[in-house]
Structure formats: structure tokens, C-alpha cells
């Protein structure tokens, strides 16, 4: 009756080496030494600012070498975009003061010191420092995605505690909406939803006014294919939880059905959506990508794509560093979460 | 994209008249005319703000000088005035200037000056002023494109007095007052000139009716009223300043979007309209149309003449004879594009054009194709010669054609079909496309080109425009290279007699046309939607950009 | 344990341990069974029916998808036109048929790359030694913390727009999703007591690799995988939107999608067909994923 979880996914319920219990094994691997958290706390800092690290050097790399392997001339970019009649002698000025002359591997310690130093650079196109671009765009970004993102989770609980309470019939109409809603494109429910709540009955305003408003629609449009996504993962969770040994004894203790799904199950639930928060946060910004631009609201992603239309560097790199910034906190504080929600997470 | 649409910022005349038309017309306002206003002819009030929404992308740098791109000349023409302007009937007026007078040997123009014009920043409009733009647009650093083109004959440039400079030419220009009426060579104050690259981008100061208050990238730019305004031609629009308090000059990408706003009142004045919406709008009581086409060239596919297959004329005219665009044009535009059969623009006074080279025949073309060596056809029915199928490569950028464009080069694909050509479609984005350009992988392309003049023929058709800039950049994608043509449009270009001219630009379209190197299909479009409650509008620049100087707010 | 004192809970079974279906449970109602059985089979008829329009379109749709009449454009559904015509005149039942091919092409193709891609990186990573795990881990994370669109973008700018590229840039931003979940899987698989018995047993690796390890590390993959597939297919129309999927007159479904987008406010079938269809395949491919999971997994 209940659909298999998911094992594999970092704690998630029902993976090999649960016992029947249903309770807390210690999967193999290093224990936490008792008596120091505190080194413990440390050490787990240190390793995630050195992933940190690793990880925003290794995306400035790739960028770095992916742009440069674009096709088109980057001083043509600097000099007011694609097709510019710019002539030759303003095309060797714009080479020599961004240092596109010299060899590859010196561009690219000059940018890695400069990357270092904080110095994100100046925009080839807008002519604006990085720095001042990004902390003007990121804000409505993440207005955008932090409201999508608890939207997404309120929308993926709900459906999930309601085929969790309601039985067969409420897990297949839940199924069902969560499969329409992941398999639709964020352009065209953006559309739809542009079409009925402004066109037809205007409720809402089409384009960003500043007002909360104008957030309801992008908000929806980015919230709920991801809702569909995390539902489905959720709800499986849950139910796999509802039928665990440790479940059955909760009820046998005369535990309430409504308080087996809020006390236990609901964490064995959130867990893998816990887990596939960093990659949530990777499809939120592509998303907003598309989002942006149906409600010509301003933000990185709109940002963005110009950016890699216009070849320009600076700003690809920026958004990408900051993006992945972003991913780095977010997977941090997730592994925080996971472990305040699942006890058995120790060796990490 | 150099652009150049046809406006015709009221003159003496075009003022009075659009003064008229407001009072007498009332409620006949055709639909798809210039003319707007409706209702009853009312008292402009003063005050407001007109919410723009531009579906260009929006610029990267405020002042036209810098590239030279239409989102420019849009926003540019609020705040900036130029030297010389169009009128209705097509005619290049003075504007900022008040005359010019050119030499014999035409190397040689005495631009005067208007008197008492200010700056928003103080400094006066002078000979000395008009120098230091024309120096900015050559300044290397400037990094112009549109706006050194047209300046590019300019050597010598002598201050005379305040209100004349004597400007002298490496060789003749007939299009230079032309030149002056495009807002790319619109004038700056001096002293702001000076300035930053940046700070100068940020906020140009100029003499027109408004100034840029703030620009907040990504969202919008914020103008307001010049309160020391008055039109320097007097009977040109009213006397005195703007009767709006401002402009929020706003970019909204998405069509659907756009005029989503537009309806919620959102918005008050959106462009780039689509053909559907102003289909809808014109059956509307509350939405005006403002269809305003570009001059310069038409909206052509070009045909690459310099490789196989096209450099057999031939199989040109067998193409442009085999392909049915005017079912196309008639329903993906809802009527509101019409077929164009010219080279340039309809607004230009010296278009010419023929519709009899073009109605559709697919004996001839295929006639043509057998005659040219392609006689044989492949299993999917394309045309084969020596083992090599006709195919003709189609890169489409999505930037600038709208899908009822692309839709169109599909019908057109479709139909080519028939006689046997194979077009390959390729959607690119703007870099890539310039990319494919610049190396010569195209044998079709669509790339429209705004100027004001039919001069534009020369960049669009002389053999001197088929060498690429330093960024692999050049203008004539049919790669004409015809000795005689080259001949006809020097010659036109140096003479000032108007007459000469236009004999000289028709005995060169014809030669276009003839050639077959070019498909016409219909004006540049530029539609502009804007609620009822907008009167006033209709004024346009010498590039079909609307100004808001006559323009006011009703109160509902 | 005795049923009664289970009584108020839902009627499940007891767990008989980990990798177990739920096959087991007490079949108290027949009609359990049967709308269990109806989803699947509803699922199946589907895929079969896209199945037959990727492979022999001609068959269900013998209308030309690519014959332009612009005198019948923007026609709603009737009789002549099942679905309608788009902005082109063109029959839309005909272009979802034909247009199966690329999407479906597109869907498989890309999950398959990322499974194929997330299979190696989870392997080298399960298997390997810490210093190998931590590597592999490394990249895999690198490749998360890029959003996919930038990754899919800055790919299309590289090798320009098509159906290929698509396919790569797809899969690459898969991909890594899929590899962590292998490599936790494999890592947890290798000290569980079946592989030990195996390997007491005298097993050579490559047996274990290929009878114990693959299968149940595949396992709880290939359900988001089937997912996946309809994401792809998703991913691909909106790369369609922004001007940098397949091109036209090609019918695929996200191409539709797009064009079709213009023009919803009066010729809604445009998109709701095509759109239509993307759910299908996505809501089928699930379906049927879980159903052959649940079977593999009994086995």
C-alpha cells in the first residue's frame, strides 16, 4: 500500500542497516567523541568553511575557463555588446586595460588575486562594479526564492500529512498533484497565472510594484513545481515512517493516529526534503531565471542570463560565486537541521 | 542595432497641424494612424506621470552617443534634442540648428545656430558645444558606433562665432542634416561631457523636455520635467515646459507581461506591441494604437550573394519567386503589417518600389532552378546539383524578430520547400548571431537597420560595406558588389539637388531589386499602445520614437 | 503480535525488514488491489502510446505535422482538427504525435546521461577509498553548487543550440543529484551483511557488483529518475522559451509550448495540448517506475 522510501538519501528512514525496531542503530563510522562538542562543533566548522573554499575556487575555475571558451571576442563585449562597429583602435585600448592580451594562466592568477582580495571586478556591459550590481539584484532574488522555498515546503507537508491522515484515496490525489505540478514549466504557469489573476479578473498587479502583491504570482509560479517535486518525496517518507515498526509500537503505547504522524513521522518526512535542500536552492535560481523575466521583476537571474548573452565575465562570475555561496550556507545549514532532526547523524 | 525609424518631430507645420487634427478630429482617430487623441478636445492639464514600458532590452548606457542602439534613441529623444528634425511630410527641418549652408564642392557646411538655448545644467548651446559632440562621437573612447558612422566624413571642425561652426568634409555628404536628425548625434552639454564615461551614462544632460532624474538599473529610469523648457521652433508644440511632471521609463521584456500592465492600468504607454494585442486594442474604447514605422530600410531578408547558391541570380529570383509570404503576413499580423515591395522604408520620400518583381510563381522558380543546373532531387525532395543538396542556412535572432516573424520564416521555409530549397532555421541569441554573421555561415538573413535617409542604401548595398569592422561587423549581409551601383550611390551622396538624388536612389533600388538580392516583406514595425486617458500623443522623432512634450494626463 | 491491538490504526502489516515491498501486506480488500493495479495499467497504456508515437508516428497521425495553411490558422479543436491549428495552420494531434520522437529523445537521452554520468561518480566514490570518495565528493559538489541553468546556458553559448547540447546540459545538471544518492547508497550497501555474505561465499567482486550492489543501489534512483525524465523534458521547453532549444519547424513539445505562449490569451490549445502531454509522459514515467521498483525490489 505504501510506496517504498527512499533509502540512500543521507538518514533517510528505511535504509539498510535499520533494524525492525525502527529505532536507532549506529550505522558504522567514526562516533563522536563524548565530553568534547565543542572540538567536535570546531572541527565540523573547519571542514565546512574548507569545502566553502574548495568550492567557490573551483566555480570561479570553471567559469573562467568555460567563458573563455565561448566563441566571440570578449572585447567586443566590453565595448557595448555584440556587433559593435567599434573600431580597431577602441578595441586595443579595451584589451590592454582589462589585460585580455596576456596569456591564460596569467588572466587567470590575475583574477584568482583579485577574486581573493573581494575584488569582483567591473561589469564588461553595465560599466558598474560587480559588487554594486549583485547587492542591488540580490535582494529581490531572494525575497523571490525565500518565499517560493517556504511556500514549497508548506505546500509538500500539507499534501503529505493529508495522504498521511487520509489514507489511499488522499496519497493518490496527492500523488497527482504533485506529478501535474512538477512536470509543469515555471514560463507557462507563469503565463496561465498572468492570464486568469490580472487579465481576466485582476486581482493582481502583472509586474512587480513594490507592493506584496506583486510578489503573490512569482512567488506561486517559482514555488510550485518544486512543491510537486519535494511532495513526492515527502509523502513516501512519511508514509514509510507510518508503517515502521517504531510506528506500530508508538500506536500500540494507545498514541494517537494524528500524534504518530506529528511526533515521529513527520520527521522521518522532512528529512530527505531537509537533504535535497541544497539542490533546492539550484533549481530555485533557475527558476527565478525564467520567473524574472515573465514578471520583469529585477533580480540575479534576469542579471544572469543577460550576462552570458552579453559574454560579459565579471558578471557571470559574480553571480555564479554568489550562487554558490549561497549553496555552500544552505547545505550547512541543512546538515545543522538534519541532525537536529534526526539523532541517528553523528559521524559526519 | 543601428536603427532608423522615421519620426517626424513636429516642425512649425507638423505642430499646427497635430494641433488641429487634436481639436477638429476629436474622435476620428484612424485606427493604426499617427494621430492620436480621442474624445472631446479638453484643456491639457498639467501634471502627471506617464508610466512608460519599453519591451527592448534595456540600455546600458543612457547617453545615444555611446553604441547606438533604438532602446537609446527611445528613452534619449525625452531628454536630448538634435540639430535638425523631420517634419510630416518627411522633410529635414531645423530643430537646435537654424540653417546650413554648404560649399560649392560640398567639402565645405556653415551650420548656424539658434540663439538663448540652455542646457538643463546651466551651459549655454553653442558653436563650441556642437564641436565637442561631434568630438565625443569620434573619440575612439566613446566607443560609438551608430553615431561615428554618421559623423565619420566630418575632418575639420572651425567655431566661427557662438552660433556658427564650419564644419569641413573629407569628401561630400548629401545625408549629413540627415545624420544631424538621428538622436545618436544628439547634443550634449559640453560640460557634462567632460565628465566620466560612467557619470555621463548615468545621466546625460541635454535640452529637452525632460531630464533624467535617477536610473535604477534593471528596473527603471526616472525623468522629469525641464521647467525652463520651450520648443526652440516657435509654433512647434505649445510654448513653455512639458505638461507632465514626469516619466518612469520602465522595461518589461515580455510581451504578454506588457500589455497585461498596460490593460491593469499599470502601465500607461507600452511598444514593440504585438500584432494580436494591437488587433484587440484597435476593437478597444480604451486603448489608443500609435503605429509609427522606422525609416531607413525595410524590414528585408537579404540574400547572400557572394556564395553558392545565391551568387547565381538565378536561383535568387527562383527563391524570392517560390516563397508565399503574403498569406503569412496577412494572418500571423492580424492586418497590421503591410507587405512592403521596396527597399526602404514607406515613410522615406525617395523609396521606390516594385511589386511585379515579386508575386509569386513556382513554374518560374522552378524553371529558373532547372536552368541553373539544379535539376535533380534527392529522396526527400530537395533539389540536388552534382550530389549537393540546395540548402540555405536561415540564422534567426530571437532578439530581434518577434514570433510573428520567426512563425513567418517558417511558412516561408515550408513553402520554399515546393520548389525544392531546403532553409535550415537556426534560433540564436544576439552574440551568436553576430557570431555566424561575421564568418559568412548565412546564404539568408534579416537584419534590420534604422537610419534616417535613404543614404542607408549606400550602407546597406556599397561594396565598401561588405569589409568588416575591427569586430568582424559589416552592414552589406547581400554583399552586393556591383561597380555601377557603387557609381550611383557615391554620386547620389555627393549632390545636393534633391531631384538628382532621388533620380539616383531609384536607378539604384532598382538595381537591388532587379538583382534580387533582397526579399522585402513589410516596414519595420513600431507599434505603441497607450491608454485613452494619454492625449496628446503622436509626436515622434526623426527615428518614429514618440516625445511627450504636447502630452498629457486626463484626469478619469 | 496480535492484529486486534492494530486495530485502530490503518490497516498495514508488519515490516518484515528493509529492501521488502509492500506486496506482503494483508490484501483485506479486493478493491485495494485493483485501484493499486489501475494506476499502473493506466500508466502503461500511456507510455504505449507515446512509445508508438516516438517510433511510428505515421501510424496514429498520418497528417503532415510540418504542412503550413495560414488561411486555417489559430482553428480550435473540431472535427477537421482534432486539437486545433497553431498560428501556422498547422494540425496540432499530428505535431504532439510526430513531435514525441525529439521530447521523449530528449527526456531519455538526458536522465540517461546523468544516470550514466551519476553511476560512475557514485561507483569510483562508493567503492573507493576515503581519499576517492572525498575527491569524487568534491566535484559532485562543485557541479550542485552551480545552478543548472547557468550550467545549461554557458553550455549552449559554448557548443550553440540543438538537440544535442540540450541532451548534455540536461544531463550534466543531473547528474550530480543523482551521484550522491548512488555513492550513500553504495557506501551503506558495502558493509550490509548480504554483500558480506556474498563475498564469504566466494563471489567474485564483478558478480557482486553486478547481481547485489547495482540493482539495490540503483534502486531508490531510478524512481527519481523516472521523474527526472519528465523534468528533462521540462528542462528542455524551457530552454525552448529562451530562444536555445531545437530548430524549428521541428515539433517538439516544448518548442510548442513556447511558441504557443504568445498566443494564449485566445488560442489556449496551443499550449494546453503539448502541455498536456509533457504531464503524461511525467506522470506515466513515475507511475510505472514505482511499479517496476516495487517489483525489482521484491524480487
Known amino acids: 500500500m505504501t510506496e517504498q522510501a527512499l533509502p540512500g538519501l543521507p538518514g533517510g528512514p528505511g535504509g539498510p542497516g535499520d533494524r525492525a525496531e525502527g529505532g536507532l542503530p549506529h550505522p558504522g563510522g567514526t562516533a563522536v567523541v563524548p565530553g568534547r562538542p565543542w572540538r567536535a562543533a570546531g572541527a565540523w566548522l573547519l571542514r565546512r568553511v574548507g569545502s566553502a573554499v574548495f568550492v567557490l575556487w573551483a566555480v570561479a575555475t570553471l567559469i573562467f575557463l568555460a567563458i573563455r571558451l565561448i566563441p566571440g571576442d570578449p572585447a567586443e563585449a566590453i565595448l557595448g555588446g555584440p556587433g559593435s562597429q567599434a573600431s580597431a583602435e577602441a578595441l586595443a585600448a579595451a584589451r590592454l586595460e582589462y589585460g585580455l592580451d596576456e596569456p591564460l594562466w596569467v588572466q587567470y592568477l590575475s583574477q584568482l588575486g583579485r577574486l581573493a582580495t573581494g575584488d569582483l571586478g567591473t561589469s564588461y556591459a553595465l560599466r558598474v562594479p560587480v559588487a554594486q550590481l549583485l547587492t542591488e539584484q540580490l535582494p529581490g532574488t531572494l525575497a523571490l526564492a525565500a518565499g517560493a522555498w517556504v511556500l514549497a515546503w508548506v505546500l509538500a507537508l500539507g499534501l503529505a500529512l493529508w495522504s498521511g491522515l487520509g489514507g489511499r484515496g488522499a496519497a493518490v490525489v496527492g500523488s497527482a498533484l504533485e506529478i501535474a505540478a512538477a512536470s509543469v514549466p515555471h514560463f507557462w504557469l507563469g503565463s496561465v497565472l498572468v492570464l486568469l489573476f490580472s487579465t481576466a479578473w485582476g486581482w493582481l498587479p502583472p509586474v512587480s510594484n513594490g507592493t506584496a502583491a506583486g510578489l503573490v504570482m512569482p512567488i506561486v509560479t517559482l514555488a510550485l513545481p518544486l512543491a510537486g517535486f519535494l511532495g513526492q518525496v515527502m509523502r513516501e517518507s512519511m508514509l514509510t515512517a507510518m508503517t515502521s515498526p517504531f510506528a506500530l509500537s508508538a500506536r500500540a503505547r494507545g498514541e494517537s493516529e494524528a500524534g504518530v504522524v506529528l511526533r515521529h513521522a513527520l520527521r522521518h518526512a522532512a528529512l530527505p526534503g531537509v537533504a535535497l535542500s541544497g539542490w533546492a536552492l539550484g533549481s530555485l535560481v533557475s527558476g527565478a531565471v525564467v520567473v524574472e523575466s515573465i514578471f520583469a521583476r529585477p533580480g540575479l537571474g534576469r542579471t544572469l542570463l543577460q550576462a552570458v548573452t552579453l559574454r560579459d565575465v565579471p558578471l557571470v562570475t559574480g553571480v555564479a560565486l554568489v550562487s554558490a555561496l549561497a549553496y555552500v550556507v544552505v547545505m550547512a545549514l541543512s546538515d545543522l537541521a538534519e541532525r537536529a532532526i534526526d539523532p541517528r547523524i553523528r559521524d559526519r | ?556 | 503480535m496480535d492484529d486486534t491491538r492494530l486495530q485502530r490504526g490503518p490497516r498495514r502489516g508488519p515490516r518484515t525488514g528493509p529492501h521488502r515491498s509492500r506486496l506482503r501486506e494483508p490484501r483485506r480488500r479486493a478493491g485495494l488491489l485493483r485501484a493499486r493495479a489501475a494506476g499502473p495499467v493506466l500508466a502503461a497504456l500511456a507510455s504505449l502510446f507515446l512509445l508508438l508515437a516516438a517510433v511510428a508516428p505515421g501510424w496514429l497521425a498520418p497528417t503532415d505535422p510540418l504542412a503550413i495553411d495560414p488561411a486555417a490558422a489559430f482553428q480550435a479543436p473540431s472535427a477537421a482538427h482534432w486539437l486545433g491549428t497553431d498560428e501556422s495552420g498547422r494540425d496540432i494531434y499530428a505535431r504532439i504525435v510526430h513531435g514525441a520522437r525529439p521530447s521523449l529523445l530528449i527526456g531519455a537521452a538526458a536522465t540517461g546521461l546523468g544516470l550514466g554520468l551519476a553511476l560512475v561518480l557514485g561507483l569510483v566514490a562508493g567503492l573507493g577509498g576515503r581519499l576517492l570518495d572525498a575527491g569524487v565528493g568534491r566535484i559532485v559538489e562543485v557541479l550542485l553548487a552551480l545552478p543548472g541553468l547557468l550550467l545549461a546556458l554557458v553550455f549552449i553559448a559554448l557548443a550553440g543550440p540543438g538537440v544535442a547540447t540540450t541532451i548534455v546540459a540536461v544531463g550534466l545538471s543531473t547528474a550530480p543529484g543523482y551521484a550522491r544518492i548512488i555513492r550513500s547508497q553504495v557506501r551503506s550497501l558495502r558493509g550490509s551483511p548480504m554483500i558480506e555474505a556474498a563475498r564469504v561465499l566466494g563471489h567474485s567482486p564483478a558478480r557482486i557488483l553486478a547481481r547485489h550492489l547495482l540493482p539495490n543501489a540503483l534502486g531508490p534512483v531510478m524512481v527519481l529518475a523516472t521523474l527526472g525524465i519528465g523534468q528533462a523534458v521540462v528542462w528542455a521547453s524551457a530552454l525552448s522559451f529562451l530562444g536555445l532549444g531545437e530548430a524549428p519547424p521541428a515539433p517538439e513539445w516544448g518548442a510548442m509550448l513556447a511558441a504557443g505562449r504568445t498566443y494564449l490569451g485566445f488560442a489556449w490549445w496551443m499550449t494546453f495540448f503539448p502541455g498536456l502531454a509533457i504531464v503524461a509522459t511525467a506522470a506515466s514515467s513515475t507511475v510505472l517506475g514505482r511499479a517496476l521498483q516495487r517489483r525489482a525490489v521484491a524480487a
Not at chain 2, 190 to 212: D, H, I
Not at chain 2, 482 to 500: G, H, I, V
Open chain 2, 1 to 556: 542595432m543601428p536603427a532608423a525609424p522615421r519620426s517626424a518631430r513636429p516642425a512649425a507645420l507638423a505642430a499646427g497641424l497635430l494641433a488641429t487634427t487634436l481639436v477638429l478630429a476629436g474622435c476620428a482617430g484612424s485606427p493604426g494612424g499617427g494621430t492620436a487623441g480621442s474624445g472631446t478636445a479638453a484643456a491639457p492639464v498639467s501634471g502627471g506621470t506617464l508610466v512608460y514600458a519599453s519591451g527592448d532590452a534595456e540600455p546600458t548606457c543612457l547617453d545615444p552617443h555611446v553604441g547606438g542602439n533604438y532602446p537609446q534613441a527611445l528613452v534619449a529623444g525625452q531628454y536630448l534634442e538634435t540639430l535638425y528634425t523631420k517634419d510630416d511630410d518627411g522633410a529635414i527641418v531645423p530643430w537646435l540648428a537654424s540653417g546650413a549652408e554648404v560649399s560649392d564642392d560640398g567639402l565645405t557646411w556653415t551650420l548656424k545656430l539658434r540663439d538663448g538655448i540652455t542646457f538643463t545644467d546651466g551651459s549655454a548651446f553653442d558653436a563650441a558645444t556642437v564641436k565637442a559632440n561631434i568630438a565625443h562621437l569620434q573619440d575612439p573612447d566613446t566607443a560609438s558606433s551608430t553615431g561615428y558612422l554618421a559623423v565619420e566624413k566630418i575632418k575639420t571642425m572651425d567655431v566661427v562665432d557662438d552660433t556658427t561652426l564650419e564644419i569641413g568634409l573629407s569628401s561630400p555628404d548629401a545625408a549629413l542634416l540627415e545624420s544631424f536628425s538621428m538622436p545618436w548625434v544628439a547634443m550634449e552639454s559640453a560640460k557634462a561631457l567632460k565628465r566620466s564615461q560612467a557619470e555621463n551614462c548615468a545621466s546625460p544632460v541635454g535640452t529637452g523636455p525632460f531630464k533624467v532624474a535617477a536610473w535604477t538599473k534593471q528596473d527603471s529610469v526616472e525623468l522629469v520635467r525641464n521647467g525652463d523648457y520651450t520648443p526652440p521652433v516657435p509654433g512647434a508644440g505649445h510654448d513653455g515646459p512639458a505638461y507632465l511632471e514626469g516619466i518612469t521609463w520602465k522595461f518589461i521584456p515580455e510581451a504578454a507581461t506588457r500589455y497585461a500592465a498596460l490593460q491593469a492600468g499599470t502601465v500607461d504607454m507600452i511598444d514593440n506591441a504585438q500584432p494580436d494585442t494591437i488587433k484587440a486594442a484597435e476593437g478597444s474604447e480604451a486603448i489608443g494604437h500609435l503605429d509609427a514605422p522606422r525609416p531607413g530600410a525595410s524590414n528585408r531578408i537579404e540574400l547572400n550573394s557572394s556564395k553558392a547558391p545565391f551568387n547565381d541570380q538565378r536561383v535568387r529570383e527562383a527563391f524570392v519567386r517560390a516563397v508565399n509570404v503574403d498569406d503569412g503576413i496577412s494572418s500571423l499580423f492580424f492586418g497590421t503589417a503591410k507587405r512592403s515591395y521596396s527597399a526602404l522604408s514607406s515613410v522615406e520620400p525617395m523609396g521606390y518600389s516594385d511589386p511585379a518583381l515579386f508575386g509569386r510563381d513556382l513554374d518560374a522558380a522552378n524553371r529558373l532552378l532547372d536552368e541553373a543546373g539544379w535539376d535533380q532531387r534527392d529522396a526527400a525532395g530537395y533539389r540536388t546539383k552534382d550530389g549537393k543538396r540546395l540548402t540555405l542556412a536561415f540564422p534567426v535572432s530571437t532578439n530581434q524578430s518577434v514570433p510573428a516573424e520567426q512563425s513567418l520564416f517558417q511558412q516561408l521555409q515550408a513553402t520554399a520547400k515546393e520548389a525544392g530549397f531546403e532553409v535550415k532555421l537556426n534560433l540564436l541569441d544576439l552574440s551568436s548571431w553576430y557570431g555566424v554573421l561575421g564568418e559568412n555561415q548565412y546564404d539568408l538573413v534579416s537584419a534590420p537597420y534604422t537610419k534616417v535617409g535613404p543614404d542607408v542604401l549606400r550602407t546597406l548595398f556599397h561594396t565598401s560595406n561588405t569589409i568588416p569592422a575591427p569586430s568582424g561587423y559589416f552592414s552589406n549581409h547581400a554583399q552586393v558588389k556591383d561597380p555601377k551601383l557603387d557609381a550611383l550611390l557615391e554620386s547620389a551622396s555627393a549632390t545636393t539637388d534633391q531631384a538628382e538624388r532621388k533620380d539616383k536612389y531609384t536607378q539604384a533600388q532598382q538595381i537591388v531589386l532587379e538583382g534580387y538580392y533582397i526579399l522585402p516583406l513589410y516596414d519595420q514595425q513600431n507599434h505603441f499602445l497607450y491608454r485613452r486617458q494619454l492625449q496628446g500623443v503622436g509626436a515622434t522623432t526623426a527615428v518614429a520614437s514618440p516625445t511627450f512634450h504636447d502630452t498629457w494626463l486626463a484626469r478619469d
